[in-house]
């Protein structure tokens, strides 16, 4: 009883801080490209990525700016795997650990390793890096059809009007 309560409790708390960090996000009002890429992918969903090599796009929030850049990533195992590379204008790939820092160990220390590495809904986690950037990972080939907004209901009196 006491370690289900136990799972229960770490499952909350990750589901809880991963909730936290993206309404910290929008709450910042986050301007450039994240925001499209996040909404797309949220409200259209994803595959599940299988073991390879993916073009991914690559979001970097700073100080409430965003911005997108191409790169490829690999998935090993079912889990995001290093190095990820960022492409440059020539057509080349570095990798991107060359132009940002280490992931903030206080981040990393608040995480299971297996959660950092998951990819859901065709995005990775949002990292948190040493020198204050988000990064995200957009996976587009893993996206879904088309995206389908909710359908409103219409008016009350016109739902329930009665048929007399």
């Known amino acids: 009883m006491k370690?289900?309560?136990l799972i229960l409790a770490t499952i909350l708390t990750?589901?809880?801080?991963h909730?936290?960090?993206?309404?910290?996000?929008?709450?910042?009002?986050?301007?450039?490209?994240?925001?499209?890429?996040?909404?797309?992918?949220?409200n259209r969903g994803a595959d599940l990525p299988t073991?390879?090599?993916?073009?991914?796009?690559?979001?970097?929030?700073?100080?409430?700016q965003s911005d997108c850049y191409l790169g490829k990533a690999t998935i090993q195992n079912g889990q995001l795997s290093n190095p990820v590379y960022i492409q440059k204008t020539d057509g080349s790939y570095q990798p991107m650990s060359r132009m940002f820092k280490a992931l903030d160990p206080e981040w990393v220390a608040a995480r299971d390793e297996a959660s950092i590495r998951q990819v859901s809904d065709g995005m990775s986690t949002l990292f948190y890096t040493v020198d204050r950037h988000?990064?995200?990972l957009f996976f587009?080939?893993?996206?879904?059809?088309?995206?389908?907004?909710?359908?409103?209901?219409?008016?009350?009196?016109?739902?329930?009007k009665s048929n007399n």
């Open 3 to 5: 370690r289900s309560l």
């Open 14 to 17: 990750y589901f809880t801080v």
């Open 19 to 42: 909730a936290q960090e993206e309404s910290s996000i929008f709450k910042q009002g986050v301007k450039g490209c994240y925001s499209d890429y996040y909404i797309e992918f949220y």
């Open 51 to 64: 073991d390879g090599e993916y073009e991914v796009v690559i979001s970097v929030i700073m100080d409430g």
């Open 134 to 136: 988000w990064i995200r």
């Open 140 to 160: 587009p080939s893993l996206i879904a059809g088309q995206s389908m907004a909710n359908k409103k209901a219409p008016p009350a009196k016109e739902m329930l």
